[in-house]
């Protein structure tokens, strides 16, 4: 084989075209790396100024208090708005994505110029702006009653009765002409009503503020978890009933059905209770259910004269709740989850109050998005009744009688008011339980 002396040193040239080819990929990997870390340091500092903006907005209510607050996150966190070319825009209701225009949430929008290395010495650019953006609020904001049916009359008053919620926020997700509707004398008070569609007044009725018409609909503020229900088979005992006069008490376990017609009362002992079907109460006895978890899969009635006291805990209801006896209705830290219809309307006193931990802190009802069946509320001037209702499927009936005061938050496919009797509503994730799953911030984008 012939040697030529012109191929000596070809390798060399290959390894030094490969080289600095090697070093350009080098060199773009490093500012790649510098742009990707100052990426994450700015969506730091968007994280952090929207939910030191959304916390602040959420108890002072004041965009330009939240601003301030969200802008000093950001800063300790390492953007300072004005300095270096950073912007720092906390913006109340956001102006971008999912949740554009809804109420409650704060938008936090970063950017920053980053200095470029080897990418200036190759293509000219010195600089290159990254930005992140994130928004967190609790949906809550000052809100107390949402309406979300886009169609048709979602918040309805008939007659002489009053709603006042003047602490709170009213949201009409309906675009009809008479989305919000006062008939007859009543009157509807709230710190503002927001409507997607328009009103309409009949009589000499009163809203007061005047509505803010053609808003953007309402987010539903919540997403709960159903409850992981329970199964379990009777061997004895399956259907304890009780028709005389002498008091009863049964134990925890599974039962096909239990029912108390007579005047004496039954006691189920505290603990936990799986009801393959109906649990009523029909007689001039009382119920006394102690504390504890109970899944009844068919109805859960009470009808009679007799009291009815609901131990602390989770009643899951597969069939319909009715409530609709004439004694007193006594139930602390109770929480009711059903798949057919609400009904709560008791002639007796009324003291019925959502739990303060756990997943369902607050919730008194909730009926998932799929059940439509009608939820139904009538309280005394003596009732005491706090929580959030959500059935965000459900048609609600909201009814007093004489001067109630509830303190509620209200999730539901529309609203009816009916009756002569004045309800006064506080903004129970604000003012009563500020820690409930309605009152937690969180980052949602």
């Given at each position: 084989m012939t040697v030529r002396d012109e191929e000596c040193g070809q390798v060399?040239?290959?390894?030094?075209?490969?080289?600095?080819?090697?070093?350009?990929?080098?060199?773009?990997?490093?500012?790649?790396?510098?742009?990707?870390?100052?990426?994450?340091?700015?969506?730091?500092?968007?994280?952090?100024?929207?939910?030191?903006?959304?916390?602040?907005?959420?108890?002072?209510?004041?965009?330009?208090?939240?601003?301030?607050?969200?802008?000093?996150?950001?800063?300790?966190?390492?953007?300072?708005?004005?300095?270096?070319?950073?912007?720092?825009?906390?913006?109340?209701?956001?102006?971008?994505?999912?949740y554009a225009g809804f109420d409650g949430f704060v938008e936090a929008v970063v950017t920053q110029p980053n200095s470029t290395f080897f990418m200036g010495m190759l293509s000219g650019k010195t600089s290159t702006t990254v930005g992140s953006r994130a928004v967190a609020g609790s949906g809550s904001g000052a809100g107390c009653i949402w309406t979300l049916a886009r169609s048709g009359s979602d918040v309805s008053l008939t007659g002489s009765g009053a709603l006042t919620a003047s602490m709170c926020k009213i949201y009409d997700d309906s675009s009809a002409s008479n989305a919000l509707k006062l008939t007859g004398s009543g009157s509807i008070s709230a710190l503002s009503i927001g409507v997607a569609g328009n009103y309409s007044e009949t009589g000499?009725?009163?809203?007061?503020?005047?509505?803010?018409?053609?808003?953007?609909?309402?987010?539903?503020?919540?997403?709960l978890t159903p409850p992981a229900i329970p199964t379990g088979t009777c061997s004895s005992n399956c259907n304890p009933s009780f028709s005389g006069s002498t008091n009863n008490s049964i134990g925890p376990g599974t039962y096909t059905s239990i029912s108390n017609s007579g005047s004496g009362t039954l006691t189920l002992t505290p603990g936990n209770y799986i009801i393959n079907g109906n649990l009523s109460n029909t007689g001039s006895g009382s119920l006394i259910l102690g504390a504890g978890n109970y899944t009844i899969s068919g109805n859960f009635t009470?009808?009679?004269?007799?009291?009815?006291?609901?131990?602390?805990?989770?009643?899951?209801?597969?069939?319909?709740?009715?409530?609709?006896?004439?004694?007193?209705?006594?139930?602390?830290?109770?929480?009711?989850?059903?798949?057919?219809?609400?009904?709560?309307?008791?002639?007796?006193?009324?003291?019925?109050?959502?739990?303060?931990?756990?997943?369902?802190?607050?919730?008194?009802?909730?009926?998932p998005p799929g059940d439509t069946q009608a939820v139904s509320l009538t309280g005394s001037g003596s009732a005491i009744i706090q929580g959030i209702v959500y059935a965000p499927g459900a048609a609600m009936t909201l009814t007093g009688s004489g001067s109630m005061t509830v303190s509620l938050d209200i999730i539901v496919d529309s609203l009816s008011l009916t009756g002569s009797g004045s309800i006064t509503d506080t903004n129970y994730a604000v003012v009563t339980n500020p820690n409930s799953v309605l009152g937690k911030l969180a980052m949602v984008e």
């Open positions: 060399i040239v290959f390894t030094l075209l490969s080289m600095t080819l090697l070093l350009g990929f080098l060199a773009l990997a490093i500012d790649v790396g510098i742009l990707f870390r100052a990426k994450r340091n700015a969506q730091i500092a968007a994280d952090a100024a929207a939910v030191a903006g959304a916390l602040d907005y959420k108890y002072n209510s004041s965009v330009s208090s939240a601003q301030t607050a969200g802008a000093a996150a950001a800063s300790a966190n390492g953007v300072t708005n004005g300095t270096g070319g950073a912007v720092v825009a906390i913006n109340i209701p956001p102006k971008y994505g999912n000499s009725g009163s809203i007061n503020p005047t509505p803010v018409t053609g808003m953007a609909p309402a987010a539903n503020p919540l997403n009470t009808t009679g004269s007799g009291s009815l006291t609901l131990g602390s805990g989770e009643y899951i209801v597969g069939g319909n709740l009715g409530l609709t006896g004439s004694g007193a209705l006594t139930g602390t830290s109770v929480s009711f989850y059903t798949e057919g219809g609400s009904t709560i309307t008791g002639s007796g006193s009324e003291d019925l109050t959502a739990p303060t931990s756990g997943p369902y802190n607050g919730v008194l009802i909730y009926q």
